[in-house]
Every structure is written in C-alpha cells, then in structure tokens.
C-alpha cells in the first residue's frame, strides 16, 4: 500500500459508519461527505458561493463531458477546472466510463480502450486508461478515478466478470499513468455487478495493486437497494480502515443513511439538483412536488426552521407558481434547498457518529419523512 496523497483521519466510529476528515492540499473534506455534481463545470442552476454555502467542501466533475466540451486542453490553458469555474476547493472526476456506457453512440470497446460517438454531435473519440488521467490531469482534479467499464444490470456472470477484470487490467495501467503525486489522489474501482465472489475479488486486487482511495462503482445501474446493499456489506469490510470509501452516483437520502452505516465515506448524485429542476423538494417530511395544485395557495414556505433563504424565505405557493410557469428561478430554489436539505442530512450524520448515535438518528431522521408532509392550511 503507496503513502496516500489524500490524508485520510477516522476520528469517530460507530458500529461500520465513521467519521474522519480526508485532507488535500485545496482543503479538509468532512466525511461522510456528499459531492454536489458539476457535471460540465456548474453545480447546475447554482453559483459555487452558494453551493459552498450548503456545506459542500468537495464538488464533482465529468471527464465525458469536459472533454467534448469546452475540451480538457481548453480549461487547461485557462488554469485548470478550479480557475474556469470558479471553485477554489477540492473536486474529483469521474473517469468517463460511466457516461460512455449510459449516453455514447456506437460504442466499441477493446483491451486498449473505448471508441465512441458523442451523444453530442457524432464525432468519433478514443478513451483509453491513460487517456482518462490525462484529460483528469489537464482538468487538474484533486481526485482522480481510474477507468473502468460499468455494465447495467441485470447481467449474465460471464459479462460481469469480463467487465470486472478488464477494469482490474485498465486500475493497474491507470495507476502507472498517475504515477506518484503528491497534491493528487487515485481511487480504483470495485466492480463485479451483483455477484459477492466477483465484487471481494475486484476489492482484492485493487487492494494489491494499492490506491489512495477506494470506490464502489456499477451500482446505481438498474439494481434494488437491496442488491447495492447487499453488494456493499460484501465489499466495505474487505477495504482498508485507513482510505476513504466512495460509493459512486447514489442516491436518495435513504440509500446515503443505509450506506453511512455500512462503512462508506463518500457520496455523489445529479439526484439533488435534477429534481430541482422538475419541481421536486426534499425535506424533513420527504420529497414535495411543488407542481401539485395543492401547493398553489400555500403560504407556507417549504420549512421554516431552515438556515436555508431558499427553504424558508418563498412561500410554497410562490415556489408552485415558479415551477407551473418555467421559470428559471423555481429550478434554482428549489436545488439550493435540496442541496442544503442534503448536506444537513450529512452533518447531522458526522454529528451522530462522533456522538455514538448514529441509529437513533437515522430512525429520527426516518420518522419525520414517514409522517410525510403535513397537508396545506
């Protein structure tokens, strides 16, 4: 096992959930930590001072996406992805390999790499392992992710295992291209589906190959919450105590909650920011549509014990009118107050952790969203 990049501290355990900071040189992350999700270089429908402002210390980059536009070389000319989108603090891309699964055209996957066609225009790209940490490092990210094939599931054994070892073979020559840093950090990928044998193998080898961080990726991909679950009780005790543990584009707050207790440290999803966008809030009482009629003479504001403007500075029923008429302003309040409502669900967390409570916790935190939102006046 190389010294870490990314210092990584467990201050706190209680049962498998935990409670650390993991330190780069752009600043401390908090964990359990949830990543807002920057996908082309905006936390969408956000200014980064207010998702600063949420809590968040870490945001989330695409390879896929930077590099069809504005191109990796571009940012790189203009100081990194920190300067060009204005966000001083840490961020981690993703490899690629997830979106060229879900939205590339034609694509053709061999022992070198992937070609694909942008879901954009049609043109023709090669993403190879040292291709991905070239484009992570011309974007400059703080935490860098190893390429890997992410298959949906359900899937035949034989294609997850396939898929599982190509992206052992793609961890080791990701891991040569990145060499040793000191400012940046490398995470592998546990793959293997839903399959435990195939997932402990993954976890083992990359173990052996040895990275400052470890992810769980190919969840999230057409599985209950149960099989990622499962999957995660499986792989988490297989992991070292003493590096960060990402599980990759989950979820709900429910998923996150049951996750924390399984041991894991990381956390992103489009989830917060896309149900914005279509007039969803989640809050105390769980998930509002503001598009319900029900909502269009509400005075109430979405929670008035909240520090957030957005969650209690609008009347629902303004938020209703908002959304009904597309304007844009709906889609940023009600992001800002799910961000917020999402990092509240994470600090509460920490806190419960280092308390030594973090069951009665969840079970509040369940409590309030089973009471469901309480009906208009």
Not at 90 to 115: C, H, N, W, Y
Not at 226 to 252: E, I, S
Request: hydrophobic residues 40%.
């Amino acid at each position: 096992m190389p010294n870490s990049a990314a210092g990584f501290t467990v201050h706190a355990t209680d049962g498998n959930a935990r409670t650390g900071v993991l330190s780069l040189p752009r600043g401390d992350i908090r964990t359990p930590a949830f990543m807002p999700v920057g996908t082309a270089g905006t936390v969408k429908a956000m200014l980064p001072d207010q998702v600063r402002g949420t809590g968040a210390d870490i945001l989330l980059g695409n390879t896929y996406h930077l590099m069809l536009r504005p191109t990796a070389e571009r940012i790189a000319n203009f100081g990194g992805l920190h300067e060009f989108m204005n966000w001083p603090r840490p961020i981690l891309t993703d490899s690629g390999g997830f979106q060229v699964m879900s939205l590339a055209k034609l694509r053709t996957l061999t022992e070198e790499g992937v070609t694909f066609q942008s879901h954009i225009d049609g043109a023709t790209y090669e993403l190879s392992p040292e291709r991905s940490i070239e484009i992570q490092s011309l974007l400059g990210a703080d935490i860098q992710m190893q390429l890997d094939e992410c298959i949906a599931l359900p899937a035949t054994r034989d294609e997850q295992q396939r898929a599982m070892e190509l992206s052992l073979r793609w961890a080791e020559r990701s891991k040569e291209a990145f060499g040793q840093r000191d400012s940046q950090a490398l995470f592998g990928i546990v793959q293997g589906g839903d399959l435990p044998d195939l997932r402990q193998a993954s976890a083992r080898a990359l173990i052996d190959i040895g990275f400052d961080g470890y992810a769980v990726g190919g969840l999230a991909v057409g599985e209950t919450q149960a099989v990622m679950l499962d999957m995660l009780d499986v792989t988490c005790p297989l992991l070292p105590v003493d590096r960060p543990r990402y599980l990759m584009g989950v979820g709900t707050p429910d998923d996150i909650l049951k996750s924390v207790a399984r041991g894991i440290d990381m956390f992103d999803c489009v989830m917060p920011t896309r149900a914005g966008r279509h007039g969803q809030a989640f809050t105390q009482r769980g998930r509002i549509n503001l598009r319900n009629a029900r909502y269009a003479d509400d005075p109430r504001p979405l929670d008035a014990f909240s520090d957030c403007p957005a969650a209690s500075d609008y009347s629902r029923a303004y938020l209703h009118h908002l959304i009904k008429a597309g304007e844009m302003l709906g889609s940023i309040l009600l992001s800002w107050a799910n961000l917020h409502y999402y990092q509240s669900v994470m600090d509460g967390a920490r806190q419960a952790i280092a308390a030594g409570e973090y069951r009665g916790y969840v079970d509040r935190v369940k409590a309030k969203w089973d009471e469901g939102d309480i009906p208009p006046p």
